[in-house]
């Protein structure tokens, strides 16, 4: 018999009850085991050399720790087997303020004092090579010479779980440049995790339990997708997509028109019930499987299991105007819905207002744009959907009246990992004779993620612009990923990106000169309130331009 969604996750949830049944004094021990293990594996200098095994090092040290090694005892092991001659060349950071990252060594009662010394004294040691990790040109760390795993494997093993969490923790713990804003301690997920991942003993749970650890760090960037985690959520979609408003799902556009008015779904349409499970329960037991920096970008991120099922239909319970209906839905493969692939990269709409679609434009298009720039008005650049890599710079080039500095950003330290190093951002520009002299509103939501907010950012820089929209995804910097088990992986945000007076746009969103939010009664009647207040913006300048 096939188990609903709902009633897994009930499962999964009396399964994860049943791992607290671990004793706090054996998860403790695995708390200092997953963080010595760390310290060594980025800041010892012949570790750096790769010429020892960390992941058989842990394996076997786990192994101790079941058949009672005290973890004391275990990392002084490591200690020894590793050469420590070559720990010379160190950083005298006796008057700088540890890192959080290091703080546990001396608040741990289970290490004697001469090993807390020997540990913060390989916190002072800087190599210049490492194995593990490298930065990219970006400055964001890539996760290089791991071991991979199967999945079936990693599942009948609970030391080889608790080593992809040992792995993923530390290099969060490490090289994640915004760890201070996750929410809650990051030392504290280790507590609760552990029991997870020593219980999660199938395939799936596994997976699950994965998942949920990267929703811990509300970072847009940060998911986990695999064919069973795919699955369990459902594979196929309703021809309609819907938006949270006020916590209320609402119909606001249509994969497939055909389909939707096959299967009687309107736009504005409230659904309140999935197979008779309320809506607002089912998203609250989906909350902790659903990432996103904010909780704009989470209510979008429902999109990929709220109303999906493995099943052909589904039962929905509609609002719609005064009446309830239960409607019996569709669903089919994402992938065959038949969805437009292109539209127009650009329009001349009322009042002289060019609008341009970001997701349409490349770099080649600049110089036919220009043409249509010329005998515009305004401008209103949509960002709304992810843009094609070529045309921010392109359309800075044409837009910037003068060189600066849009954007501050902080990298990883590889030589001393924990650290981040503060940087100035690049330069941007006019290129070439063109400059757009005109009024310009930029288009945002909550689709606005990662490159996207990058050049909104870069447009804030130039003059004569404006924001207009709702919360964005708050994940700007550039992507980190992990392989977790085969080929499947998870990501972050692994360089800090900032505003140039300092502000946080991770997690936050870029900042906005007029916000909009999207209405019930506006999805109704079809109408995209977010153009439009920029058109009543833009038109409104252009007429006191002409005033005056």
Known sequence: ??????????????????????????????????KAWGLIKYHHPDVQSGKY??????????????????????????????NSSSITNTVDNTNMPMTDSHKWIFDTPALDNSLKDELNNLTKSISNRKFYVKTSKIGNIEVINE?????????????????????????????????????????NILTRYIPMFISASSDLEFQLTFLKLTVEINDSHGNYFSPEIITFFGAKYIPSHFKVIDDKVVIS???????????????????????????????????????????????YNHRYSLLNGNEDSVTLGIIRDYDTIQQKVGRININDFDIPLHQPKWEMMQNGILYLRTWEISGKD???????????????????????????????????????????????????????????????????????????????DEKTQSYGEF??????????????????????????????VDDYSTAFTGTGVYYPDHTNVQRIGNKIDYEIQVSIDGLRKNKDEILNAAIILLTSKIQQQNDN
Not at 53 to 61: A, H, M, Q
Not at 62 to 76: A, F, T
Not at 170 to 183: A, M, Q, V
Not at 455 to 477: E, H, P, R, Y
Request: glycine share 6%; aromatic share 10%.
């Open 53 to 82: 095994d960390l992941d058989n090092l842990l394996l076997r040290s786990l192994e101790d720790s079941d058949n009672g090694k005290p973890v004391n005892e275990i990392v002084k092991t490591w200690l020894t087997s590793i």
């Open 1 to 34: 018999m096939k188990l609903s969604t709902y009633t897994l996750i009930f499962l999964l949830k009396l399964n994860f009850v049943i791992a607290q049944s671990i004793t706090s004094a054996a998860t403790e021990e695995l708390e200092v085991i997953c």
């Open 253 to 299: 556009g249509h994969y497939n028109q055909a389909l939707a008015t096959e299967n009687n779904l309107h736009l504005g349409d409230i659904i309140f019930t999935v197979n008779g499970v309320s809506v607002k329960e089912r998203m609250k037991y989906l909350e902790e499987y659903t990432p996103g920096s904010n909780s704009s970008r989470k209510k």
């Open 366 to 444: 600049i110089k036919a744009l220009k043409k249509e720039m010329m005998k515009s008005k305004a401008l209103i650049i949509d960002l709304r959907k992810y843009p094609k890599f070529s045309v921010g710079e392109r359309l800075i080039e044409i837009i910037k009246d003068k060189k600066s500095i849009y954007f501050k950003r902080r990298i990883p330290d590889l030589k001393q990992p924990g650290n981040f190093i503060s940087l100035d951002g690049r330069v941007s520009g006019p290129k070439g004779k063109f400059q757009y002299q005109e009024n310009i509103a930029v288009l945002v």
């Open 455 to 484: 050049i909104v950012m870069d447009l804030q820089s130039c003059k004569n612009v404006k924001v207009v929209g709702s919360q964005t995804a708050g994940a700007v910097g550039m992507m980190s990923k992990f392989n977790v």
């Open 147 to 187: 071991k991979q795993y199967s999945l079936d494997v990693v599942a009948d093993n609970k030391h080889l779980r608790l080593l992809i969490l040992f792995k993923y923790w530390n290099i969060i713990e490490y090289f994640y440049p915004y760890k201070e804003l996750i929410g809650t301690d990051w030392s």
